[in-house]
């Protein structure tokens, strides 16, 4: 029973998670100092000091980022110090945003205020989806002597100024 012979049993190892990412929450009281990453959904209802990337995030009305946000989706409610891009953007009444914004999709309710620049994230270059399917090569420009030579006019306007001023 109390034998030396026996194997101790194996240490419990945490099995891999499966699943949807949990849920981070940041309570009125807590204070984060960093950047904050995460597969899953953020819920800030105190103060981050630092970058958010994540899936989705929800910020309450008393809660404060000082940094950037980069989600898919988010819904703002609180105070954001620094640029916002997310796919889907919901700003509430309540939210008081001084960054710019970069979106797919915005909701902004009356009450909401922006100190910023809005844009869509497909004219900032921000968007995932390549723009081009293949691969692209370029070419190097030709001299204005191989030009003149094909018969092509590089800089019609140029020329045409020089030729005014001879």
Known sequence: MFSRSTPAPAPRTRPARTGTPGLTFIAPEALVSGDLATEGQVHVDGRIDGDVKCVQLIQGGHGIIAGSIHADDARLAGTVEGTVSARTLIVEASAKIMGDVAYETISIEAGAQIE???????????????????????????????????????????????????
């Open 116 to 166: 910023g620049r809005l844009a869509r994230r497909a004219s900032l270059g921000l968007d995932e989806q390549p723009r081009i399917g293949a691969p692209v090569s370029f070419s190097p420009a030709r001299r204005d002597e191989e030009a003149d030579e094909a018969g092509v006019r590089l800089f019609p306007i140029a020329d045409s100024a020089e030729t005014a001023a001879e």
